[in-house]
């Protein structure tokens, strides 16, 4: 769909929402949910791509998604809102990715046991997990693994496996990349003859029947438990909630021992204490996690026209409230075979105080990343060059974070200060941003590379050369907008003269009539 119908139509739902539904059904909408549908395009068109843009159906799933966000009271559910042991009893938990790059929502069978007294609050606690990563990762589709290892006749409970799925069809659109079921049992086959049903045509395509063999396929070995084949040591315990994605925070120049090595300690130091009085920064699994931020790099003439697309996304402009982080969303590494190996990161303070920053990887044995920890003065921008260290290759699964805070103008800027701070801010006043990993494989055979040095020009890798060409981009873009702001000036000081100019002429007439 283009632009301008895709806008169109984005337009069009919201103006026939608002006739058609909201007078009559306003009492049974919650009005953040009408707010967001008017300012959030990708929610709108989320609703859209899932009915196929016809714009009727769109509109009642929209009308159905609404009320039933108000019967489960969505956006008010939190950790403290539910009943302890739903999380502590480990049916149901984010963690790891899958080949694709989309995150894993487990449904641990054997330890749901149905019961209709419990039902409710086992469906608000699905819905907090989908809410939680909606507004976490803005629209990036995850995969349901319904681990059924130990299952019997007890474990099956349709309703709520409806419930699930429904979930996915109507109330959270666009948001399902697969469903991997694994070892089903035997006996549950005629049940999911019915739940095919329900999962209707256009997502029969998405159930992934499994057993130890073959959920490799779509899950590596790194996000698997033993029992599946797998070398994932992860296991699930509550508290804290489980968000593997943000532990540790990154060492200066990641892996490699370097000069800060003692600065970048007591900083995880510093962190580690306060992972130990707040439950919801402390993180359970026991690997290095931290997070950076790479730039995407412009594709070859011979991409093809998708990747094409994937590098002008990859250039666009994250506006947060503290920073506008560049790329927005993805960053963008090449293959072994294409050996771009660094990126870069513009981050520009929008604020009138001093930004504290800085960036964690799920990777930090993958990654280097200078600077890691620093400050960014009020209207100016700083370059991150974030590169992959020894022979690593970048992966779809890595996940990248950027988190920042104002910070008082009497604070100092250097490694204590700012220990110091991370340790002290609160977490309602920390601005994150998360970015995907895009590796961009090559199209052309090895065998028709071109060895600079045979025609004796100087050597030059192809991601040194890029980092530049990237760098002139931003400059070039910086550039503009003063240009632009200038233009603005100027347009105003002429108005400005001109109003001046008719008001002495004003004043001249009044004289000369005066006289007269």
């Not at 069809?169 to 019915?194: G, R």
């Not at 303070?349 to 930090?364: D, E, S, Y």
């Not at 890798?461 to 981009?473: G, I, K, P, S, V």
Request: charged residues 30%; hydrophobic residues 40%.
């Amino acid at each position: 769909m283009a632009g301008q119908d895709k806008a169109a139509l984005i337009s069009e739902t919201r103006r026939r929402f608002e006739a058609e539904y909201l007078p009559d059904k306003s009492d049974k909408y919650d009005s953040r949910d009408v707010e967001r549908l008017q300012q959030d395009d990708n929610w709108v068109e989320n609703y859209l791509i899932w009915r196929h843009d016809v714009m009727d159906d769109t509109l009642k799933m929209i009308d159905e998604s609404f009320q039933w966000r108000k019967e489960y009271m969505v956006n008010d559910l939190s950790e403290s809102a539910l009943p302890k042991w739903l999380f502590e009893n480990g049916a149901l938990y984010l963690h790891g990715y899958d080949k694709e790059g989309y995150k894993l929502f487990w449904f641990r069978v054997k330890f749901h046991m149905k019961d209709p007294k419990l039902q409710f609050e086992k469906k608000k606690f699905v819905a907090f997990w989908l809410e939680h990563y909606a507004r976490r990762e803005h629209g990036k589709p995850l995969t349901v693994v319904f681990d059924m290892a130990e299952t019997g006749v007890s474990h099956i409970d349709l309703d709520f496996i409806r419930f699930i799925i429904n979930c996915f069809k109507v109330y959270y659109p666009n948001y399902l990349s697969k469903i991997v079921i694994f070892e089903m049992p035997w006996i549950m086959n005629a049940a999911f003859k019915i739940v095919k049903g329900w999962l209707g045509p256009d997502a029969i395509s998405m159930l992934k029947f499994t057993n130890k063999n073959e959920v490799q396929e779509y899950i590596s070995v790194e996000y698997l438990p033993a029992y599946m084949g797998g070398i994932d040591t992860f296991k699930y315990s509550y508290p804290p909630l489980v968000d593997d994605d943000f532990q540790t925070p990154l060492c200066e120049n990641g892996p490699i021992t370097t000069e800060d090595e003692t600065e970048s300690k007591e900083e995880i130091e510093a962190d580690s204490k306060e992972a130990g009085e707040s439950s919801e920064e402390q993180i359970l699994n026991a690997k290095k996690v931290c997070f950076l931020e790479q730039i995407s790099k412009p594709e070859e003439n011979d991409k093809t026209d998708s990747k094409t697309k994937n590098a002008k996304k990859a250039l666009t402009v994250f506006k947060g409230p503290l920073l506008h982080i560049s790329p927005a969303e993805e960053l963008f590494f090449g293959s072994k075979e294409i050996g771009e190996k660094k990126c870069l990161i513009v981050l520009t303070n929008v604020t009138k105080n001093v930004v504290a920053f800085k960036v964690r990887t799920t990777a930090p044995d993958k990654y280097r990343v200078k600077p890691s920890n620093s400050s960014c003065e009020p209207g100016t921008s700083i370059d991150i060059v974030v590169s992959l260290h020894g022979g690593f290759a970048a992966s779809l699964q890595d996940r990248f974070l950027i988190m920042a805070a104002e910070m008082d103008q009497s604070s100092g800027a250097g490694v204590p200060e700012l220990a110091q701070f991370w340790k002290e801010v609160p977490r309602n006043k920390v601005m994150e941003h998360r970015l995907r990993c895009h590796v961009v494989e090559s199209s052309k055979p090895s065998t028709l590379t071109l060895k600079e040095n045979s025609f004796n020009i100087p050597t030059k890798t192809n991601e040194d050369l890029h980092l530049q060409l990237t760098h002139l981009l931003q400059v070039n873009k910086r550039l503009q907008e003063q240009i632009d702001r200038c233009v603005w000036f100027q347009q105003l000081i002429v108005v400005l003269a001109l109003f001046l100019v008719a008001i002495a002429a004003f004043c001249f007439y009044l004289l000369y009539t005066l006289r007269c």
